[in-house]
């Protein structure tokens, strides 16, 4: 059984009811069981509890969050009884979404009241779609007609849009869906980044690699669309054409844990099957350790820049370089680098810079 769980979430007139429609009808005809959680924040302020109505505006965060949690739960929970082989829970916004409308302080207080942390809270979901507001490339279309919760300007919902999509940044599975089509494609293109993540019909990786000068670790540290995770990646003992890894991901000593298998199809196409695992398993998978290769340890810095996702990897033993990383639906699709990033050659079928070569013990 496979169960699988999904946040969908975006700015002000993001076409985020429409999506979900189309999901419940896509997704359900591949044979998925679709489960929805609806928006938290609208069923609270429809029963009365809301941020005009608690004692403060933080206090109204914090009761989301604590609400949503039990409802995963209680989903997560229904999930496993239900006769099937495919469950996807589609969630109306996830529980850092409360991020964006807290001052950061506010909810770090939040979260150590509630005794969590927010790598647990971003990674507990598989993936995180963040449908861009039509404030922003479609004026024309945004408006606050149909839905009488929305008052935010243009320009405020550009600002909530990013805020949002800062707060997810960090991710290991964040896509974003732009306005640069019609609406219709827009919803076309979410349902296919959706399927290319589920893998239909297949769980295809299409990965571009690229050698680039060394950084401003400043510039990418100080960037509110830039996160920084530290990674640990042991390889295993594994088959020819086949690369078997655990890798722990976080930040000050709170981590997610994750076994992959990728398989090469070709230069650009791999088949790659991910777990999340526990700290158990994690470390139990660690005795199967391949002893020809070292540990990798890296700095990754995952960087939103004009709606791609970049991940720059910095490895301890290079002081001139790094390697940037960007995932793609469509191996045709334009890449916009970021103008502070010196590009020295693409890697992407260079087996020297792979990290399972990187790791090798010469």
């Known amino acids: 059984m496979e169960i699988t769980k999904i946040v969908i979430t975006g700015g002000p007139c993001a076409g985020k009811s429409t999506a979900l429609s189309r999901i419940q009808e896509e997704f359900t005809e591949l044979g998925y069981t679709v ?11 429809n029963g009365g509890v809301a941020p005009w109505t608690c004692k403060t505006s933080d206090d109204f965060q914090k009761f989301l969050i604590k609400l949503q949690i039990e409802k995963e ?10 006769p099937s082989e495919k469950v996807l829970i589609v969630c109306d916004r996830g529980m850092l979404d409360n991020k964006a409308y807290m001052t950061p302080d506010a909810f770090s207080n939040t979260l150590y009241e509630l005794k969590l942390n927010e790598v647990e809270i971003r990674d507990n979901y598989d993936a995180v779609f963040h449908l861009i507001t039509a404030a922003d490339g479609a004026e024309e279309f945004y408006t606050t007609a149909n839905n009488t919760a929305r008052t935010e300007t243009p320009q405020q919902a550009i600002e909530l849009d990013r805020k949002l999509l800062s707060a997810w940044t960090g991710h290991p ?5 732009d306005n640069s089509t019609t609406f219709e494609n ?5 349902i296919t980044e959706i399927s290319s993540f589920l893998g239909e019909p297949e769980p295809l990786e299409i990965e571009r690699k690229f050698l680039i000068e060394y950084p401003d670790i400043d510039w990418l540290e100080n960037s509110s669309e830039c996160k920084k995770i530290e990674i640990i990646q042991t390889y295993l003992k594994s088959g020819k054409d086949e690369e078997l890894r655990v890798r722990q991901r976080g930040m000050n000593g709170n981590y997610i844990y994750f076994k992959t298998i990728k398989r090469k199809l070709d230069d650009l196409k791999r088949i790659e099957i991910e777990k999340r695992l526990s700290k158990d398993e994690y470390l139990t998978l660690l005795m199967e350790a391949d002893t020809e290769k070292r540990q990798i340890r890296k700095n990754r810095y995952c960087l939103m820049y004009n709606n791609q996702y970049f991940e720059i990897d910095i490895y301890p033993f290079w002081k001139d ?3 940037l990383e960007i995932e793609l639906s469509d191996e045709n699709t334009e890449i916009f680098f970021p103008e502070k990033i010196r590009i020295i050659k693409e890697v992407t079928d260079d087996e020297n810079y792979k990290n399972a070569s990187l790791a090798k013990i010469k």
Do not use: D, Y
């Open 35 to 45: 489960l929805f959680i609806s928006e938290t924040a609208t069923e609270l302020i």
């Open 73 to 82: 739960k209680i989903f997560e929970l229904s999930a496993r009884s239900m």
């Open 173 to 177: 599975h964040l896509r974003v869906i």
């Open 186 to 190: 827009k919803i076309k293109k979410l």
């Open 321 to 323: 370089k790094a390697i």
